[in-house]
């Protein structure tokens, strides 16, 4: 049986958190070179133009964004800093999971599809140096280019989306790769899967799944980890879905249970997310 390896751990933990979500500093007003504002008088044009004419004097534009405690709690914004967007309370979700399936011994990796800066992994490669866990991997899957246009001809219920057109999601795998560094925990319990998910999971070096955590906002990005990952995941191993509050994410999720018969209850995360702990499979579906 697991425990963490010094009761600092948990301090430890709670710092870590901290920093992966820049709660430390205040948030800073944001660089237009970097997010477009959702809304503006000006129109976006010009507010690029504006932007480059300032770079030329080595100055730039930014914008203010009114935040509140619940934004934060939330993860209702796009962070110019922090390596995560998933707020406070999915963080927190996140390494009650982690240290759950430590405790209850649940066998398997913990692999998250859709890392944007590598923030969530960080968290969990995190808690396994503070447990002390050396034979379990953090398994980072995404394209680390953003994401792919919709696949029409096979999921109609991505139409419209154009979250593949948004420069601050692709986030490269050596930036991902340096932000682990920092914290110093880059190593070979860490694993890099790179590619479009429909690529790269259906030949996931994994054997065995403790943490299933989706987070490809789309139906296609949504499913295909499902359909490939979800058999993987141990009895007791936990599912979370972070887009849940996205019709597609939604869909997915919903055609992929009654499909396969999932009954098990889904509990709310937040606003946005939700996650079920895999049943045990019956004896006579073993036999
Ligand atoms: C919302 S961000 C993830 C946020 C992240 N989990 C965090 O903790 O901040 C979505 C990520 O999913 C990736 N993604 C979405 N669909 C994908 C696909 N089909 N294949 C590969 N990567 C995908 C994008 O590249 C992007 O990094």
């Known amino acids: 049986m697991h425990s963490p390896s010094l009761p600092s751990s948990g301090l430890y933990l709670d710092l870590l ?34 932007d480059a004419a300032l770079r030329l004097l080595r100055l730039g534009l930014v914008y203010n964004r009114p935040l509140t405690p619940t934004d934060r709690r939330e993860g209702t914004f796009w962070p110019v800093h922090a390596h995560t967007m998933i707020g406070e309370l999915r963080l927190n979700q996140l390494r009650a999971a982690a240290e759950t399936v430590l405790r209850e011994a649940i066998p398997g990796d913990f692999i998250e599809t859709g890392v944007w800066r ?44 154009t979250l593949y057109q948004v420069p601050a999601l692709a986030i490269s795998e050596a930036e991902v790769r340096d932000n682990f560094r920092r914290y110093g925990l880059l190593d070979d319990q860490v694993v890099f899967l790179k590619g479009f998910f429909e690529q790269s999971l259906p030949t ?84």
């Open 118 to 161: 590598g923030g969530s992994c960080i968290l969990l490669r995190g808690v396994l140096q503070a447990w002390g866990v050396t034979d379990r991997r953090v398994i980072v899957a995404d394209s680390f280019a953003g994401l792919p246009p919709p696949d029409l001809a096979r999921y109609p219920q991505d139409r419209g989306d």
């Open 204 to 287: 996931a070096p994994v054997d065995q799944l403790a943490i299933l955590r989706l987070d490809g906002d789309m139906y296609g990005s949504t499913i295909v980890a499902l359909n490939h990952l979800y058999p993987k995941l141990s009895p007791g191993g936990y599912c979370i879905v972070d887009d849940y509050f996205l019709p597609p994410c939604r869909q997915a999720v919903e055609d992929y249970r009654r499909e396969h018969q999932l009954t098990e209850p889904l509990i709310p995360i937040d606003q946005s997310s939700v996650y079920w702990r895999r049943a045990p499979t019956p004896r006579n579906d073993r036999d």
């Open 17 to 50: 958190q901290k920093v992966l979500l820049f709660e430390l500093w205040d948030e800073p007003p944001v660089p237009v070179s970097r997010h477009r504002p959702w809304s503006h008088r000006l129109p976006w044009w010009v507010l690029k133009q504006l």
